[in-house]
């Protein structure tokens, strides 16, 4: 790829051996008709050191990928309710069986992709439109609550970090067992700081499941791996993580 | 031809900002008599002939599989319309 990386080139100056092993891992990202951050979060897996396998909604195989993101954007359009239809694509349920299976795949749902992993049941809960009805796009803070899941154990647990935030159906919800069950679990991967930008239930931005290789947040990692294209803070790369988590926890044969 | 209606409301204790953006439009045009509004969504279904038990029940499973999500929304009539 012509683009590399001012990160990469450096994660691989840092070990070169290691960064050859990360090249190794595959991580699919999947194309709905409508997906519209797919090929923001194949450039954030390349940055970080991974190979992005590019996967379209209607395959019916997973392309042999050890993990998979399901990026942002208005797959149909949103028709229907957001995520609702894509949920029934030929590769979802290839994606849920993988994800549910003892290999446990490592999926990342983005936006849409958390929309469509709630749609699927592979998280629980829904999101609906934002509490004060307007679609709202801001560098937003968020807390690693969990950072033992494949797609945060690049952060300190307790950890600040500021993504770009960008929705109209960001509030999420579950009923009152279900918050309780996942704050017990220690399933709240990511909550709001400072300010809750959509009315999220408990200020809660991400979810994992209980084995933590699924995650889903609403937002946005992806646009937050590079210097001088993410927000101000922290140079710009807090989403990295996510991204190189995976990649270690896979290379590292941790499960 | 028959059509089978499928009518889906968003869950009581979950927000319609629809139906409050239109409950608070309803009084600027003089309809002062309703206090509040609850918007959902009707499917009408079209079968190319009669409508089985088991074609209504096929409606019935699509209605909670991908016409309703039920952690947000409940399926509050299912029903055939002839033509």
Not at chain 1, 37 to 47: G, H
Not at chain 1, 53 to 62: G, K, Y
Not at chain 1, 177 to 190: I, M, N, S, Y
Request: aromatic letters at 6%; one cysteine or more; a negative charge.
């Amino acid at each position: 790829m012509t683009e590399l990386p001012l990160i990469g080139e450096a994660a691989a100056a840092a070990d070169a051996s290691g960064a050859r092993e990360l090249a190794g891992a595959r991580i699919g990202v999947v194309t709905f008709p409508g997906s519209l951050d797919d090929r923001d979060a194949a450039r954030a897996v390349r940055l970080a050191g991974g190979t992005a396998v590019s996967l379209w909604h209607a395959d019916t195989v997973l392309a042999d990928v050890d993990a998979v993101v399901i990026p942002g954007g208005f797959s149909y359009g949103d028709y229907l309710r957001a995520g609702a239809i894509s949920r029934f694509a030929p590769l979802m349920s290839k994606i849920v069986d993988a994800a549910n299976s003892d290999a446990k795949l490592p999926v990342l749902g983005i936006c849409n992709g958390f929309q469509i992993l709630t749609e699927s049941h592979l998280l629980p809960g829904s999101m609906i439109k934002n509490d004060h009805l307007k679609f709202l796009c801001r560098d937003q803070v968020l807390r690693v609550e969990n950072n033992s899941t494949m797609w945060t154990s690049d952060y300190a647990a307790g950890q600040e970090i500021t993504i770009p935030l960008k929705n109209q159906d960001g509030q999420y919800i579950a009923d009152e067992k279900t918050l309780d069950a996942l704050e017990a679990e220690g399933r709240v991967a990511f909550r709001y700081v400072g300010f809750n930008p959509n009315g999220s239930r408990r200020d809660i931005a991400g979810i994992s499941n209980a084995a933590g290789n699924v995650v889903g947040l609403m937002p946005h990692p992806e646009h937050a791996v590079e210097t001088g294209y993410g927000p101000e803070s922290n140079a710009g790369t807090d989403g990295l993580g996510f991204f190189t988590s995976v990649l270690n926890k896979l290379v590292g044969g941790a499960k | 031809m028959p059509r089978i209606v499928v009518d889906v409301m968003l869950k009581p204790e979950i927000l319609d900002p629809q139906g409050k953006a239109i409950v608070g439009a309803l009084p600027r045009l003089g309809f002062t008599s309703f206090s509040a509004v609850r918007q959902g969504k009707r499917f009408e279904l079209t079968v190319d002939g009669e409508v089985t038990d088991a074609i209504l029940a096929q409606a019935r499973e699509a209605a909670e599989t991908l016409l309703s999500n039920p952690v947000i929304e409940d399926v509050v009539n299912v029903e055939v319309v002839e033509a």
